[in-house]
């Protein structure tokens, strides 16, 4: 019989998918800029760890992407347990080792997971 802590971060993070998907669509704003312009914001939102569960827990992550990032494709960078966000944009050389930056220039919208 498997642990219950085993579905723990399985819920959290459709959780999390679930909630970026309604953020996105609904309430997600950034500043017309052009399309090599990284913006990011800062954003938190509750996840529950399931449906009906009157518990919630607050997430906050760092929503990074060149230009609009409606309808483009999230990647959901979360940190090692050690580990910060600084680990997917680590604040020496960007240009080599950004996977933050990296991924936004080909199009993609990163969600780093503040730990």
């Known amino acids: 019989m498997r642990s219950h802590s085993f579905y723990r971060p399985l ?12 953020f996105l669509q609904t ?33 906050t992550g760092n929503l990074c992407s060149q230009g609009d990032p409606t309808g483009k494709t999230i990647h959901v960078l979360v940190p090692g347990f050690t580990l910060t966000s600084t680990y997917w944009d680590f604040p020496y050389q960007h240009e080599t080792y950004s996977y933050v930056d990296a991924i936004n220039k080909s199009g993609y919208v990163t969600l780093s997971l503040v730990a």
Do not use: R, W
């Open 11 to 22: 819920s959290i993070l459709c959780g999390i998918f679930l909630v970026l998907s309604l």
């Open 27 to 59: 309430s997600l704003s950034f500043a017309e800029g052009t399309e090599t312009t990284k913006k990011c914001i800062s954003h938190s939102f509750p996840v529950s760890l399931g449906k009906g569960k009157s518990v919630t827990y607050q997430v």
